[in-house]
């Protein structure tokens, strides 16, 4: 048995993590061969490959990023793409996939799956925003960087009256906002889920002047003000006529200073939420979807996707976890609503 | 409605969350007041109280401990310990407890709703070792810091020949090691769940380092050999007649360097992992422990503990979190044995 | 012997380690008796003020901001202000002031010795840009946090082809920026005290991607481009005319894209920089300011201030410290220029 | 110009921070090549090399260890070992040696100066125990890790009756004991250089009890008690007649029970004090010691060493360096006295 490994989408904690525990159990348990496909579909399709042993996946555990690379090629996309990956799959000896990524990449594999490639998925996405599956990893290592970061903002909420915006990621779900402003003790988390009113916010930011310290603001990329009081077209554009690229955290802090008269830092996160070493759980989670994903390749059990229910580790349809995006209910969303204000 | 709040045996980190996030929604959401009950069972066994109000919770999100102080006084082995508890009730004029604490403090609220006392529990142990929830909060900031500690001895095992033997904690159940010798990328994990044979662990150590790097063994403190191979009485007792304090870790540098003639070192972390900030993750939990708690209180589900079963928080009868102890199942540990040696 | 203690100027990790050791200390050696008084000058001249013994400063070392509260009011841009002060300090039976602050709290206090008033220093600023020590607490810990993130950012420059810009806190100076940009392995620093050509570090840019991985450039918030590449007027407003709040590394993200086609984001660490623990250093270091005003104090060394040389505490005059900013040397600037591109 | 490099003794975080600016400025701005002598002295000796250019060098600034290896070997007590290195020089046409390393192999590159191989020195030691340089790499960091685990311990001397002792490294000096017990707001600090007295020790910690907290007690490993109160022979070895390899740490929490009657853990921290990534300050240091380590060589000023003297690098005879063990001084040691108790 042969098997390809390959990772797609942004990078995410973890990814190596995933990568050492297949070879090692494969390699060593199995006597399984290996070969690493570069930058997600980009490799199989134009058979651009490493060497992918046990000397290969030494270390890499605690590290951040892919040692195979990453890229957003779609393969469906490219002519004839279906029949370059099973043609590659033959000139390498590869017998199977399995595939780490997010929508994008393990819908492809779904698809392929079709077609006849023996694929096997294992969920990556940093936002958590996949269903089928309880969390993934990358996530909690998010979380743990955006908490720091909201406790570190706390000593200066104590002594200054300035509002403190937070932008974290997430783009279409507001998972690691929930999260980091839940347990960083925000005092306002606006996520992509649910339009927030700016009058409300600013509210908020009164209510928390009169009481003590100063309010923190938890906002995810994605957030978006209610109609009307939304960007405009032109607000999106500087006098370059580039996108802006200001987020939300900046159009808060601005409209905020606005409307009630204080004044507002915003700190903006981006990249460092997704790099460096993953936490301990998401190595955890990481490793034993690598494990896992060995075990269905073994069975034969391809079209799945490992995932974590509970404290288990269960096998669904890739086609389940890439139907629909995993977004905030609307009651968890309210549960965190006591901490506003 | 007025409710006391206690916590109970070892600090944990999270336990103020709990704490917090049980006064922020009962005051705020549903007019509720607080008392706290200082020092596990003996505040209402003795009438010991303190303020606990908004402004007493202000700030402990992040802070480990807790601020109603702990201790493992046992009320049903004090005389009349079960009619003072219920006549302090009635004197300060408490409604219901929420009891926050491990096997032993949770045993106690079991058998006090048997005599009529209204509680809720909220399940705490650091080793992670209760039934009936997938995790309790503290164990993931534990596994954090010995993954921290395992990833800062790989700089020293790829420079030098050394064994390096790390004792974490779990005197009955090994998830500590378990998680945070997988997430630290350990040789070897031994836990209380199985005997070791110390021949096998030597075998491991010199096939490590026929391969490359010296080899990292977390052991977790209730480890303990096959017997024959066993710590004897008279090795456990120094030559003052005290009980050696030496652990395991100890023993087991001592033993290997006698067997294999490699130098060996040996980290305790000891109480270290029980100390300090929660991680994101035990503060989200704990919070979320603590808000599901007042929803009990309020429907009057008593005799009821909170538990998380994958990404809910559901209540179970006490009784059954008490019941067994959760320890490391064998297949998962047999699951782990393939980053052995 | 009453010392009368205040805190000036922006937060900054270690202002509570120096309240500690000098209460400590004064209190247990010299039996001294000490007044807190708020928030920086408006403390002693509205007479506002705390108690500040041994239970008031216990366990505030690893506390960021500062228990006495800090404004940057001046007292001798209020009338009277001076004699208020002196007032104060007769009614409140003060006999000396330790007052910990930067530039402007400095000024103030060296000026309020001309006067009379018995007045010891210690300096105090994120920036490191106070002249006659060698560094102040808070700057080790907000350069341990840019380098951290810039180390996370790492995993991300090895898998994407994106630009990635740091902006680090340095109005003035651009010691952060030059500490963490070595310290993190950037490949260009951008500092307060030399204007930047846009053209040369998009040079460096596309040389860096043509060796190896994406770049990532460190800019104080201070760095200003060459004249006629600088931000215009208009783009300094929004169209709400109000001041755009977006920083240079924005400007940079967006200016880099404009010239080289690639793709920049940008981190904009902001207050967490000056919030959280106090790293070991910036706690030594304040520990021994606090010691060493005592010391002072005592001697009845008024007008000067402690101050960092090597590894021992010396007093200088104040008015040394203020008298002029201390900026990079360009020849320490030059020094990292082997890092670049 | 053709450079060899070496590292000596422990491992220190902060090695490969050298050894990268010294290749990146020699290369970048001189056009140098350079050798990588592998194992400390061993390499020049057998003749054992790797290459040392600017790929071999990427990535290395935040990892701890070094890629070079490290040994204890002596090549003044091997036969002819002085002339072997000479010819390895000629052979592989090694121009200048940059030796980093501690006082021993510091003392053979003083040595081998005599001999006529140009060599500059790097000072390094984790204890901070060499003369002539105001810091050393290494150590900012092992502070920094003993810090945080006095901190963690804090919390749990809040809530349990626990004396806690943690034992660090410095088996001759202090430093890292004096620095950490310090910055941690330890209750004791024990050090070799001065012996402590065990009555003295329970008698803060009776007196720590009766004020708040239990007490926390660092303790350097190579602190002694006083002659009578000492280890004895006996106690030394262990049943097997092995040496025993428990510490001063474990001794001190096994005598303080025996003594007081209160329960004592203790913490031994071991090797995760020298591993793992360096603070920003000794990236810092380090890389300014390489670059500098560069100019000496171009200036052919053999027989130095690059020095930390307030924030300037200089250059000092290896001589003086290795001279003197640096020890804590009584006058600083008493300083910290006042946080005793």
């Known amino acids: ?30 006597g399984y061969e290996f070969v690493g496909f570069r930058d997600g579909w980009r490799g199989p399709l134009e058979g651009d490959t490493m060497v992918l042993d046990i000397p290969a996946v030494r270390g890499i555990l605690p590290r ?52 006849g490639v023996n694929t096997v998925g294992v969920p990556k996405t940093i936002d958590n925003d996949l269903s089928a599956t309880d969390y993934t990893f990358g996530f909690d290592t998010a979380v743990n960087i955006a908490t720091e970061a909201i406790d570190r903002l706390h000593t200066t909420a104590e ?25 960083g003790g925000a005092n306002v988390i606006l996520i992509p889920e649910q339009r927030f009113d700016l009058d409300e916010v600013c509210q908020w930011v009164e209510n928390r002047f009169k009481i003590k310290y100063a309010p923190i603001i938890v906002a995810a990329e994605g957030a978006v ?32 200073e606005a409307k009630t008269g204080k004044e507002a830092r915003t700190t903006v996160l981006g990249h460092i939420q997704r790099g460096g070493t993953p936490s301990a759980f998401d190595r955890w989670l990481a490793t034993r979807f ?15 996707m490992v995932a974590l229910r509970g404290t288990d580790i ?28």
Chains 1, 2, 3, 4 share one sequence.
């Not at 793409?81 to 779904?110: C, H, P, Q, S």
Request: net charge neutral.
């Open 314 to 341: 269960v096998r669904v349809p890739i086609a389940d976890a890439t139907a629909q995006l995993k977004t905030v209910d609307p009651s968890l969303y309210a549960e965190a609503g006591v901490f506003f204000g």
């Open 290 to 304: 690598g494990l896992h994903a060995i075990d269905a390749v073994r069975e034969g059990d391809f079209g799945k």
């Open 225 to 256: 003000p209610k109609e009307g009081q939304m960007v405009t077209k032109d607000e999106s554009l500087d006098s370059f006529g580039h996108v802006r690229l200001s987020g939300i955290g900046e159009w808060l802090a601005k409209s905020i």
């Open 159 to 183: 002594s200054h009256r300035r509002v403190l915006v937070v932008e974290v990621m997430g783009r279409h779900a507001g998972w690691i906002a929930l999260h980091a402003g839940l347990a």
């Open 64 to 115: 951040g990023g892919t040692i195979l690379g990453s890229s957003r090629t779609n393969p469906l996309k490219v002519e004839d793409g279906v029949r370059r990956i099973k043609d590659n799959m033959v000139k390498y000896d590869v017998d199977a996939l399995i595939a780490i990524g997010g929508e994008d990449t393990l819908g492809v594999a779904a698809q392929l799956v079709e077609f």
């Open 1 to 30: 048995m042969r098997i390809g490994v390959l990772t797609g989408g942004g990078d995410c904690p973890g990814l190596n993590a995933v990568i050492r525990a297949a070879v090692r159990k494969g390699t060593q348990e199995h």
